[in-house]
């Protein structure tokens, strides 16, 4: 479980930094710019998947410690 919260979190936090640097320099990388619905909150959608990433690395934390 520890292994697939960190994978999890290594993708959103991955995304997230890809969506930003899409946003700050126009290279075209990551999921963000892609979805058509997200048009216009790449900012807000990049920011909302680095969040859930810590908290993901938070709970990683914390089921390896309780075992």
């Known amino acids: 479980m520890k292994h697939l919260?960190?994978?999890l979190g290594f993708l959103a936090l991955v995304?997230?930094?890809a969506g930003l640097l899409h946003e700050f320099t126009d290279w075209h990388i990551g999921l963000?710019?892609?979805i058509g619905f997200l048009d216009g909150y790449g900012i807000c959608a990049s920011i909302a998947?680095?969040?859930p990433a810590f908290a993901l690395?938070?709970?990683a934390d914390a089921?390896?410690?309780?075992?």
């Open 15 to 17: 995304q997230g930094g």
């Open 32 to 34: 963000v710019q892609r």
């Open 49 to 51: 998947l680095i969040v």
């Open 57 to 59: 690395f938070a709970a």
């Open 5 to 7: 919260l960190e994978l």
């Open 63 to 67: 089921v390896s410690s309780r075992s």
